[in-house]
């Protein structure tokens, strides 16, 4: 098996303000566009769709159970840019695990983590 790419489909009740937030706070790239469905681009290899509830045969977990992670380069410049989209980021704060890190929540609920290494982790 052979896996070229990956997404993750958030089904939503509040689809309208949730695909907003990505495409306009978070200014990720639209791959797809339809009427009830929007698919983003996170990397080269990575997607993330979201789906209205109302449209789909599967409801939305309205924020429970899920976190998406996404490790990026320069956490303090992510920080800023969150903080300039309006989104009201919390202070970033280092992580047992050897990383930097801060949290954010999407209309639907969802917990958006990002973070970056401290350093090489031995």
């Not at 200014?27 to 290899?45: A, I, N």
């Not at 989104?87 to 973070?115: K, M, Q, S, T």
Request: proline fraction near 2%; glycine fraction near 6%; include cysteine.
């Amino acid at each position: 098996m052979e896996i070229r790419t990956a997404n993750t489909i958030i089904y939503c009740a509040k689809w309208k303000e949730t695909v907003a937030f990505y495409k306009e706070q978070l200014q990720l790239k639209v791959t797809t566009f339809l009427d009830w469905f929007v698919e983003f681009e996170l990397t080269e290899s990575a997607r993330l769709s979201i789906a209205d509830t109302a449209r789909a045969s599967i409801g939305s977990c309205a924020g429970q159970g899920l976190t998406l992670t996404m490790e990026v380069e320069d956490i303090e410049s992510t920080h800023v840019f969150a903080e300039e989209a309006g989104l009201h980021p919390p202070a970033i704060r280092d992580h047992a695990w050897g990383a930097r890190v801060f949290y954010i929540h999407d209309p639907e609920g969802n917990r958006l983590e990002f973070w970056s290494q401290k350093g090489k982790i031995d």
